[in-house]
C-alpha cells in the first residue's frame, strides 16, 4: 500500500520569498513516481512538477522544484520568488508500479497563502 | 500535455436525480481515471475507465451508483446516479499513459440539494 503525508495544514509566506512544502511518502515498490498539483479555489487540478524514482537529479519546473531525497522518502516542493496567484490548495502524490502504474494516492494537502 | 474538457463545470441538483459528466481528450489515451474531492478532503480514486471493457472500480465504489462508459481512447462518462446530499463533491477525470505524467480535468463542481 502506498502512504503519502503532508504535515503543514496550512502555511504563509511574504510574496517574493521562497517556500518548501512538505512530503513524505511511503511504498514498498521500486519503481515509483511523485506529483505536485496545485488547486486554486475553481477547484482545477493543475499539474506542476514530476519526479521518477529513479531520476537523478531533483525536477525543475520554471519558479517550481522538487528536492527529492530518496532515502528518506522525502519529495518536498519548494517554489521560489511567491506571487499573489500561488496561493492554492498544493497536493502530493504518489504513482507506483505495475497494476497500479497509473493510479494516484493523494496526501490531505497544504494551503498555502502569499501574503502581499 | 494533453487538452482534457470535462462538462459540465458545475450542477446544482435534486436528490434523487442523477448526472452524468463528460471527459473528452484530444488525444487517445491509454487510461482514464476518474476521481471524488469530498468537501474540504483530498481526492480519492473512484474508478478506472477501460476501453471496451467494465470499469475497475475501488473499494467503497459501486457499478449501480457510478455507472461510467469509455467507448473510445478519447471520451468518458461518469454518471453519479440517485444523488443525495453527501454525493456533493468536487468529480475530476484524469488522463495518462505509461510512465508519463498524469493531467486532470477542470473537475465539476457538484451540489445536491
Known amino acids: 500500500a502506498q502512504k503519502i503525508t503532508q504535515t503543514q495544514p496550512g502555511m504563509f509566506v511574504q510574496e517574493k520569498e521562497a517556500v518548501t512544502l512538505d512530503c513524505t511518502y511511503d511504498t514498498s515498490d521500486q519503481s515509483y513516481g511523485l506529483f505536485w498539483y496545485k488547486q486554486p479555489s475553481s477547484g482545477e487540478m493543475i499539474f506542476l512538477i514530476y519526479?521518477?524514482?529513479?531520476?537523478?537529479q531533483n525536477a525543475t519546473e520554471g519558479r517550481y522544484s522538487l528536492n527529492f531525497q530518496k532515502a528518506r522518502k522525502s519529495a518536498n516542493l519548494v517554489i521560489s520568488a511567491s506571487q499573489l496567484g500561488d496561493s492554492a490548495m498544493y497536493f502530493c502524490?504518489?504513482?507506483?508500479?505495475?497494476?497500479?502504474?497509473?493510479?494516484?494516492?493523494f496526501g490531505k494537502g497544504t494551503l498555502l497563502t502569499v501574503n502581499p | 500535455s494533453a487538452v482534457i474538457s470535462q462538462k459540465p463545470s458545475r450542477d446544482i441538483c435534486q436528490r434523487g436525480t442523477s448526472l452524468t459528466i463528460q471527459c473528452q481528450v484530444d488525444?487517445?489515451?491509454?487510461?482514464m481515471f476518474w476521481y471524488r474531492q469530498q468537501p474540504g478532503q483530498s481526492l480519492t480514486l473512484i474508478a478506472t475507465?477501460?476501453?471496451?471493457?467494465?470499469?475497475?472500480?475501488e473499494s467503497g465504489f459501486v457499478i449501480d451508483k457510478f455507472p461510467i462508459s469509455r467507448p473510445n481512447l478519447t471520451f468518458s462518462t461518469l454518471t453519479v446516479s440517485n444523488m443525495s446530499p453527501e454525493d456533493s463533491s468536487i468529480y475530476l477525470c484524469s488522463v495518462g499513459r505509461a510512465n508519463e505524467k498524469l493531467f486532470f480535468g477542470s473537475g465539476t463542481q457538484l451540489s445536491v440539494l
Open positions: 519526479q521518477g524514482s529513479y531520476d537523478e
Open positions: 488525444s487517445q489515451v491509454t487510461m
Open positions: 502524490a504518489m504513482r507506483g508500479s505495475g497494476g497500479s502504474n497509473y493510479k494516484l494516492t
Open positions: 475507465a477501460n476501453q471496451g471493457s467494465e470499469a475497475t472500480y
